[in-house]
């Protein structure tokens, strides 16, 4: 099957969305220091995050992946990775009690920096500049010599992805994660609001249940899953020279792994059957996602199927469908009723942002709470419908206290207050809370 795949056989292929590096002479030399340094992730991570995904396939578990649109290399902190863990462990506990699914928590971080663009240039007054394309690249700053692309940003971000991965292992494993600690993942301006206190009689109950479990004399010490959880990392694969500097050959298998994550997905614009990124991520062992954006048609993406999970094994593929909030009504369940019925045993996931982002009178880009909640729920109606798993949610989020969306209980209106996003707006902790309770109802019913 991977007879011709190398780790740089896309290098023959068309590929999108690569800056423009001014000495190629010079990315090389980094690409080969890359390559020389240790890997992120081990294979049998990705292994088991496939494994775990598997369930999610078979609609035994939902899958909760979340993030930064783009990590950033300003404003990186303890602090910052802290507050992003709170409210994804918050998201799954009200996931997990509300709807008795374990969920699979999976972050966009440690290695979130690339940026596809829609266009090459951006005009700023009366200059035509490159784009921004993530920190990992050049510098969002509207000048042509902050624009440039700089290859040594490929090792800063090597190196702040292994710094946060690192934090990441010693919060999820060192006892932050602990079930004990429930009420300390509500920050203090999520805690006055009626989600944070929401999630305030959850963790309650959940604290009494412990207290019951350990009177009725379990040992709760013992059952290591209430003092650690599992969190993977993910990125969107965009700069291959990167990705293929990170990859290794797995000593156990002989098998290929990108171990610049566990996860790594092909964005809505490199998806080509025929492009680089395809033939990139078809020949390594990760567990994958593919975005599915209005464009695709119930052929093409069958056509991915094959080409990224010919083996067909269940959690190896998660299509990522990003429609609109629209158009899904429409577009999905004829893609739906052909993956299922070719028998691909994909992860179903949403990501209800990317369809629905939107330029406001100020300038500010921007999503409508209301309209991500549209989404969520057209997905599961369509896959309700059609007797298949919505197996999970993929969004942009911060732990902070920002005003990028609009709506939502605080109902923000005003953008300007607090609008820090190095590219897409984002979910605040109070918003990304009230999604997860809403989440829970609709896989409860
Ligand atoms: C993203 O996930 O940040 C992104 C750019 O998504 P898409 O490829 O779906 O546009
Ligand atoms: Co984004």
Known sequence: MNDTWTPSSWRTRPAGQQPEWPDEGRLDDVLKRLNTLPPLVFAGEARRLTAVLGDVAEGHAFLLQAGDCAESFDGFSADSIRDKLKVILQMAVVLTYGSGVPVVKLGRIAGQFAKPRSSPTETVGDRVLPAFRGHIVNDPAATEEARVADPERLIQAYNQSASTLNLMRAFTKGGFADLNQVHLWNQEFVATSREGQRYEKIASEIERALRFMSACGIDLSAEENLHQVDFFTSHEALLLGYEEALTRQDSLTGD????????????????????????????????????????????????????????RIPGRLLLISRMGADRIDDLLPPIVQAVHAAGHPVVWECDPMHGNTFVAPSGRKTRDFAAIMSEIRSFFAVHRAEGTWPGGVHIELTGDDVTECLGGTDAIADLDERYETACDPRLNARQSLDLAFQVAELLRS
């Open 256 to 311: 290929w792994y990108d171990c610049s994550a566990h996860l790594l997905w092909i964005g809505e614009r490199t998806r080509q059957l025929d492009g680089a990124h395809v033939e990139f991520l078809r020949g390594v062992r990760n567990p994958l996602g593919c975005k599915i954006g209005s464009s695709a048609s119930a052929d093409e993406v069958l056509e991915l199927c094959e080409a990224l999970n010919p083996e």
